[in-house]
């Protein structure tokens, strides 16, 4: 039985037999996955030495050999595929051939607490050099390159003592490597042929340096040249880069994006979250600009519209910035604009608004060199109908708004569908599965554009702050914009956050502030799910983590504007102080 040849830009389907290996494990409950190897364009054979596990007849046009034995190397001929740890020297072939420590452990939720911090700069020893020896040597030079045995992924000391980790080729050089990742220390590769993992994907400039056999001297001067600024940066950068590696679960996912890459193939679309709206949404009550009959028009961004360049023009930046790799992202929040001139050419179809002497024309309009555009306002609520209802009332008629979802998280009544306020944009109620401030940040399969608002259900609006919040987004779609800052600093042990009193903040909490759709995918589901657990522990946070997740991809930080108003909780003394989160817990 063979498995099917998938046209390019086509769906990758992978068929995984069965084997007692993390990594196999973790393969066949990747997304691509199939149980069906007639609807399979690639198989996966998974090798242990010179011997295969599993065996038949195979189109080797479509096939991946996977070698679990990191002792013995297996060689592949023609149009086949391989991973393994170690290739005959000249034989690896990069087009085809992955270098990669497949003797990876299961994914352990709890592994980031032995994780070492990539701070501070300075570290007990200078350099260490890796080999398979046995035995330990120092020298009383603080500067010395001291030598370390490493081998079976275990070394005979502590290499988070040490600042630059020295590596030569060797049968055990891949899990070497991935130990001095793990242990923040800098690899310093003694070649400049040995293969790297992923090395056609993952830039390894950013986090290894590669020098040949020069003496230790010369080495040592051209190290202690590095400031310590690119050294914090080179560990931060080597954190990405091995949880692309470190665990079964990782390797996976990294694995078969490659796959996808070589093979001109498309992983599956990034999951939209299918829900079901509790009541059928409301009609537009037709009075869009203060009582005029004008039709309102509600624009959908388009989705999978660069679904070719993802994996061309935007594979770098998704491959080095720890985006994930799991599905083939619906939108980007990295897509380029179109060139200045553009607006004044009719297939642009942009509005153009500069210039003109029409004062309601120009606030309402977007301006920027990209096509319209609307926004989605999310709301998670929990026993404010009120409040819920105070704002619905403000946000009518607010312009470039798309649709409102409110997520009930009260899973114990439901709303009800006859008294909420009907506005020019339909509202949709979202009945939650389970009481999570998590839920705010879900990418609900009913949000239809790039751009969300989310706003507190104790929150004041007027349309002036969303147009202009929206505006602001439309310049940095790669940045949270919100209206409420918190900052955090360090004094000696004790740490400190709380309302910023200056110009400086660390970050924007989840009241009212708009960010790009693919963020809300990424908290969901490629955020560490250990994060996501201390939320829902202490039911708080969620904006906190939002914020380290996004900063952490783009390395940005957030964006404030200017409140105009405060909260609607403030203003009504009857309301309900019960809630998701209540004033004080922020």
Same mark, same amino acid.
């Given at each position: 039985?063979?498995?099917?040849?998938?046209?390019?830009?086509?769906?990758?389907?992978?068929?995984?037999?069965?084997?007692?290996?993390?990594?196999?494990?973790?393969?066949?409950?990747?997304?691509?996955?199939?149980?069906?190897?007639r609807?399979?364009?690639l198989d996966i054979e998974f090798a242990d030495g010179d011997k295969s596990v599993y065996s038949r007849s195979r189109n080797v046009s479509n096939l991946l050999i996977i070698n679990l034995d990191p002792s013995r190397a297996v060689t592949a001929e023609g149009a086949v595929m391989l991973a393994q740890d170690n290739y005959e020297k000249g034989a690896f072939r990069s087009s085809l051939e992955f270098a990669v420590h497949t003797s990876v452990a299961e994914f352990d939720i709890d592994g980031w607490k032995s994780e070492p911090s990539i701070l501070p700069v300075s570290r007990e020893n200078f350099a260490v050099y890796l080999t398979t020896a046995s035995g330990r040597t120092d020298n009383s030079s603080s500067r010395a390159i001291h030598t370390v045995s490493c081998s079976g992924g275990k070394c005979e000391a502590n290499l988070t003592h040490y600042s630059f980790c020295l590596i030569s080729p060797s049968e055990h050089f891949q899990s070497n490597l991935l130990l001095v990742l793990r242990s923040g220390c800098i690899p310093i590769v003694l070649s400049r042929t040995q293969p790297l993992p992923f090395q056609d994907h993952l830039d390894w400039r950013m986090v290894a340096l590669r020098y040949p056999a020069l003496s230790l001297?010369?080495?040592?001067?051209?190290?202690?040249?590095?400031?310590?600024?690119?050294?914090?940066?080179?560990?931060?950068?080597?954190?990405?880069?091995?949880?692309?590696?470190?665990?079964?679960?990782?390797?996976?996912?990294?694995? $078969?994006? @490659?796959? =996808? &890459?070589?093979?001109?193939?498309q992983l599956p679309a990034a999951p939209l979250l299918p829900t079901r709206p509790l009541f059928h949404h409301f009609e537009s009550n037709g009075t869009y600009l203060e009582g005029?009959?004008?039709?309102?028009?509600?624009?959908?961004?388009p989705l999978n519209r660069h679904l070719m360049a993802t994996t061309e023009q935007y594979s770098y930046d998704r491959w080095n910035s720890g985006r994930d790799l799991t599905f083939t992202p619906r939108v980007l929040y990295d897509a380029v604009? $179109?060139? @200045?001139? =553009? &607006?004044?050419?009719a297939d642009s179809e942009i509005v153009r608004t500069a210039g003109s002497r029409n004062r309601q024309v120009f606030g309402r309009g977007l301006g920027l060199n990209r096509e319209p555009e609307?926004?989605?306002?999310?709301?998670?609520?929990?026993?404010?109908?009120?409040?819920?209802?105070?704002?619905?009332?403000?946000?009518?008629?607010?312009?470039h708004m798309n649709k409102m979802i409110i997520v009930w998280n009260n899973i114990g009544r439901l709303p009800g569908g006859n008294d909420w306020p009907k506005i020019h944009v339909p509202i949709e109620f979202i009945r939650s599965e389970r009481n999570s401030v998590n839920n705010r940040f879900l990418p609900f399969d009913r949000i239809e554009t790039e751009a969300i608002f989310f706003i507190d259900d104790d929150m004041d609006v007027v349309?002036?702050?969303?147009?202009?919040?929206?505006?602001?987004?439309?310049?940095?779609r790669d940045r949270i914009v919100g209206f409420f800052d918190?900052?955090?600093?360090?004094?000696?042990?004790?740490?400190?956050?709380?309302?910023?009193?200056?110009?400086?903040?660390?970050?924007?909490?989840g009241a009212f502030l708009v960010a790009h759709k693919e963020f809300f995918y990424e908290y969901s589901y490629n955020m560490h799910p250990a994060i996501r657990a201390m939320v829902d522990e202490v039911t708080n946070c969620d904006d906190l983590a939002f914020n380290y997740h996004v900063s952490h991809l783009t390395r940005k930080p957030p964006m404030k504007v200017q409140k105009l108003v405060g909260n609607w909780l403030s203003q009504v003394k009857a309301m309900p102080s019960i809630g998701v989160c209540v004033p004080g817990m922020h």
């Open positions: 039985m063979t498995s099917v040849v998938c046209p390019p830009l086509s769906t990758l389907k992978v068929y995984v037999p069965r084997h007692d290996h993390p990594l196999a494990k973790a393969l066949s409950l990747h997304p691509a996955a199939t149980t069906d190897q609807d399979a364009c001297e010369v080495l040592l001067e051209k190290l202690e040249m590095i400031p310590k600024e690119d050294i914090l940066e080179m560990r931060r950068r080597g954190i990405i880069f091995r949880r692309r590696l470190d665990n079964a679960h990782a390797l996976a996912r990294t694995l $078969l994006a @490659a796959v =996808a &890459e070589v093979l001109q193939l005029t009959r004008k039709e309102y028009r509600r624009i959908a961004s604009d $179109l060139p @200045a001139e =553009a &607006e004044y050419y609307q926004f989605t306002v999310v709301m998670m609520t929990y026993n404010r109908d009120d409040g819920v209802r105070e704002i619905i009332h403000r946000l009518n008629n607010c312009p349309h002036e702050e969303l147009v202009y919040a929206f505006k602001v987004w439309r310049q940095n918190r900052y955090h600093s360090w004094s000696g042990e004790t740490s400190k956050y709380g309302k910023a009193r200056s110009c400086e903040y660390s970050m924007m909490i």
